[in-house]
């Protein structure tokens, strides 16, 4: 906007009269910046730190500094040599970022269409206006101006390309909170689901205990702690002068038995006589 203002005269019209020298100085100081500032605007926008080299990243950066220094022979009114390097930086740089936009354009980028369709609007601009400077077109309100409907076509188109992109960014964050919420709720109930089967393994477990507690290992049978409790919740149970009965049996000459045919055949023996108790 500021090279537009100068190089149409309203800044020596209006701002400066007096100052030709720097009207002259401050037309190659918005020029430069205006190369360097497209070439970190390129970075930014066409997102080149995720999609391109960092080599072609570091040498854009280069050539944005390098138009950044042209001001500095004009300081000192070297106003021809400002002009010479800041030309032909400021081509090296349109040559990169373009074709690096091209570049993109041609892997299907999505930025990279908006990016190319904003600087051909620019560039349609720039040569209708360079075309009637030099006399190969007529002068009329396109050709006179240019430079300006380029600049407003390609804000325009630009900054719809930053709304897309906005979009894009808000789209992205509600798939991944959808897919994060469905992580959390695929968790949640893996999760009970593990603690329902932790639950019942353990219930089944202090059954199994509870069951060991109280029978004998070999046969099977309720051992002497099951009759104790038995025992003394039938006496506290009872009604007063109710009879309370029960039996005890020995096996006879088990050990006799034991010792001629051995261990193995008695408590296969222990384990016959056992079986009518275990329902008991």
Known sequence: MMWNFTVNGFSFQYLWPDSPVFNNHFLTFCSAYAFGLFGLFTIEYL????????????VIQILAGLNFAVIIPAMFDYYAISVAYGQIVGVVMIVITLGTGIWLLIKGQRQARFFMTAFTMLWIGVTAYILKIIGWAPTNVFTTWGLQFGSSFEVLILALGLADSMNILRQEKLEAERRAREAQETLAIGLEQQVQQRTQEL??????????????????????????????????????????????????????????????????????????????
């Open 47 to 58: 997102k080149l730190r995720l999609n391109a080299l960092l080599l072609l990243v570091r």
């Open 203 to 280: 219930a089944l477990t202090n059954e199994r205990l509870q069951e060991l507690a109280i029978t004998d290992d070999l046969t099977g049978a309720y051992n002497r702690r099951h009759f104790n409790t038995i025992c003394s919740a039938a006496f506290h149970q009872r009604q007063l002068n109710e009879p309370l009965a029960f039996c005890m049996f020995d096996i006879d000459h088990f050990k006799r038995y034991n010792d001629q045919y051995g261990h193995g055949a008695g408590d296969d023996a222990l384990q016959r006589v056992t079986q009518p108790s275990r329902s008991c």
